[in-house]
């Protein structure tokens, strides 16, 4: 307890040095959310990110994360504490193999999640988060959509539009450890609790849901009055802020092997030796970040 206030007095301190912001995603450690400026989903980081007046963020999260805050902001130096905190997701496509697969639908929007590199997003039409997926795909002038890299937000996102889908086979392997008799067995035991669930899951999880949220949408849907119990179907970082901003309420991990193993990579002390060093720092090829950036800016002006 006392190496971590040390650390943290550490952290505070160079972060006033360095004019620096800490953003936090809500699936980082406890301790991390505590002491971030900001803790929020990828929608909510991405605009935080693109009006900081900090000349340093220290990004919480995963790479695409990182990424997307220095595309926004190229003047910044943006800082991911652990290079090797990827999203596994991310990886399943390529610049490359979008290419391929555009050329066999040459009619078809592409609407890129988030999750993904800057190289594939310049491929991309449009960019969307699971804040915004349905209406970002609604606002695409493209009666066929190919969806990339999440089939499962892809799927979701194809019961709530009329346009035709063609989904990309990746996949978060985190969500896909939430199965749906986990969440049939918890109703039983709390009856009366809520269930929300993130995108990411599977449809048979999806089914069993009382509300389908981003991790943001998750955490203002349990400061409702009628929510006093939530099972919660996302990654089990979540947890902790959910508890923290509502005492008194109950939250109950759909499963407890729910967790990303790369967005835990992020400690304080890779936090403190990022801000001493200066590295490592994220940045993006102009000529890629431009083409990004576009997917993006359309993004936050339907959003
Ligand atoms: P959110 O944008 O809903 O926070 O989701 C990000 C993510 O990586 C979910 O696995
Ligand atoms: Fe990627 Fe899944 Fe981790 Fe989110 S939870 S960062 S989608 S691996």
Redesign the pocket.
């Known amino acids: 307890m006392r190496r971590d206030t040390e650390l943290i007095d550490k952290i505070l301190g160079l972060k006033r040095e360095r004019n620096a912001v800490i953003l936090a995603h809500n699936?980082q450690l406890g301790e991390i959310q505590d002491i971030a400026d900001f803790t929020g989903d990828s929608l909510e980081l991405s605009q935080k990110a693109a009006k900081t007046e900090a000349d340093v963020i220290v990004f919480c999260g995963?790479h695409f994360m990182a990424e997307t805050a220095s595309m926004l902001c190229p003047d910044k130096i943006v800082l991911l504490p652990d290079i090797h905190a990827g999203?596994?997701?991310?990886d399943m496509i390529t610049a490359e193999r979008l290419r391929e697969r555009k050329a066999e639908l040459p009619d078809a929007g592409v609407v890129c999640y988030i999750?993904s590199s800057a190289e594939v997003k310049a491929e991309s039409d449009i960019c969307c988060t699971s804040a915004n997926a349905v209406k970002v795909t609604e606002s695409l002038d493209a009666s066929k959509i190919l969806f990339v890299p999440d089939q499962y937000l892809g799927h979701y996102v194809s019961t709530m539009t009329d346009k035709e889908m063609i989904l990309w086979p990746g996949y978060?392997?985190?969500?896909l450890r939430i199965h749906p008799q986990y969440i049939i067995d918890l109703k039983k035991d709390y009856p009366q609790a809520k269930v929300a669930v993130h995108p990411?899951c599977r449809p048979e999880v999806i089914a069993l849901a009382d509300e389908v949220l981003s991790t943001g949408g998750i955490c203002r849907y349990a400061r409702r009055e009628d929510v006093t119990q939530m099972i919660v179907g996302t990654?089990i970082g979540i947890i902790h802020r959910l508890r923290k901003e509502n005492p008194g309420k109950k939250f109950i991990p759909a499963s407890e092997q729910a967790v990303?193993p790369?967005?835990k990579l992020i400690t304080l002390e890779s936090i403190l030796w990022s801000l001493q060093e200066m590295t490592p720092e994220v940045k993006v090829p102009e000529e890629i970040r431009l083409r990004a950036k576009a997917a993006v800016d359309r993004m936050l002006e339907v959003v």
């Open positions: 699936y995963v999203c596994p997701m991310a999750n978060c392997p985190t969500h990411e990654e990303c790369r967005m």
